[in-house]
């Protein structure tokens, strides 16, 4: 089914709420907007070809996260060559595990590598805390500050954080990067839960001040990657990424009311829309897999939620009429609710940046479907049509 020209899916405003006036802001906030926003996850980075000369005048990885000059620089790169509607915050998802303790590291061919790994309570106890966070967070607090100054009037900063079972995995697996099952940090969580809950808890713990001070600095929205939230079984699913991230989201909500928060349970299939209702997420990110019929219907108008997606990296890097097409399936199938233009992942390096230009304009010269008829401001609640 063809979903593109549906009614509208939004919720109503709360009463007495201004409007945000950023798109992005306005689609967060529950709007079927006149377009979709569009930013793309891992925007800046590999694939541009001024990106690899800062991080080489920043000395790589490490002093270009820590560098709030060359972070700022390399944020705004991809808005001065596309037209986007947000910029993400440049940073590092293990820079928060080393500001609890680790040593970081960036290897050839091997990614972060986190030292020493975290593999019993007592290594917990021993050398993890929160003491020294904003101090060690720091160059990322300056580099939103900056930002705010430097970036166009309609563009949306994010800020951004790992959840606390994906950073947990880069912290016991003592590595992010290249291939893994992950076989260590899952044998930990499952074999004794009791003695892994007190890493989850310094983690949740930190991510809540972590986002808190980025919003402080100038942050407009955040969003949560739980990279690694599919590889968890049911049951551990619900204790061990869904009840630290509505935690999370739940003391922000509590202390920046409106500052809206986006999460990416990448990898959580059928498990989507349960996330969504028990974190209480402004918008949900979707993996490249979701089916989006599916999402439409129990996100958007079952929930009503705004999506976020869930274009696959890889037709972006082939480009082309697939991208194309593609491209066009998305739009029509989203647009009928709160819609935000995204990937199924992050940029893979490999991408032509002329097709980042090309999908930019594309999804910019998109005109949502007028809705048929005049039960497009219902709240979103109501159940799909038959």
Avoid at 162 to 170: D, L, R
């Amino acid at each position: 089914m063809d979903i593109g020209t549906q009614e509208e899916m939004s919720p109503k405003q709360a009463p007495g709420r201004a409007r945000p006036r950023k798109l992005l802001l306005r689609a967060l906030a529950g709007e079927r907007t006149e377009r979709p926003p569009i930013w793309l996850m891992r925007q800046a980075g590999r694939y541009l070809p001024e990106y690899h000369r800062i991080r080489e005048a920043a000395g790589g990885m490490v002093g270009l996260c820590n560098s709030p000059e060359h972070a700022v620089e390399v944020t705004l790169q991809p808005i001065r060559r596309f037209p986007l509607d947000a910029a993400i915050v440049f940073a590092d998802l293990p820079q928060v595990a080393a500001a609890l303790g680790q040593t970081l590291d960036y290897r050839a061919g091997d990614g972060p590598v986190l030292t020493p790994p975290v593999r019993s309570a007592a290594d917990i106890a021993d050398f993890l805390g929160v003491s020294r966070l904003h101090e060690e967070l720091a160059p990322v607090y300056e580099t939103v500050r900056q930002l705010t100054r430097d970036l166009p009037p309609e563009v949306t900063l994010i800020g951004y954080a790992g959840a606390p079972w994906t950073i947990a995995t880069y912290m016991v697996e003592g590595r992010g990067g290249g291939p893994s099952e992950h076989a260590v940090v899952k044998q930990w969580a499952l074999s004794d839960p009791e003695g892994f809950q007190p890493l989850i808890d310094v983690l949740t713990t930190a991510v809540i001040q972590f986002l808190g001070r980025q919003i402080e600095a100038g942050a407009e929205a955040v969003q949560l990657f739980d990279t690694w939230a599919g590889i968890l079984p049911d049951a551990l699913f619900e204790r061990w990424c869904v009840k630290p991230v509505a935690a999370i989201i739940a003391a922000l909500k509590g202390k920046y009311p409106g500052v809206p928060v986006i999460a990416f349970p990448r990898g959580a299939g059928l498990a989507y829309d349960g996330f969504a209702e028990a974190t209480g997420a402004d918008c949900i990110s979707l993996d490249a897999t979701v089916p989006l019929n599916w999402a439409a219907q129990n996100l958007q108008r079952g929930l009503g939620r705004c999506v976020q997606g869930n274009l696959d990296p890889q037709l972006l890097a082939a480009g082309g009429q697939a991208l194309n097409a593609e491209t066009d399936r998305i739009l029509r199938a989203l647009s009928g609710g709160p819609f935000v233009f995204n990937l199924g992942h992050g940029i893979i390096k490999t991408t032509p940046p002329e097709n980042v230009a090309a999908l930019a304009e594309q999804v910019r010269s998109w005109t949502t479907p007028v809705p048929p008829h005049p039960l497009g401001n219902h709240t979103g609640h109501r159940p799909p049509s038959e």
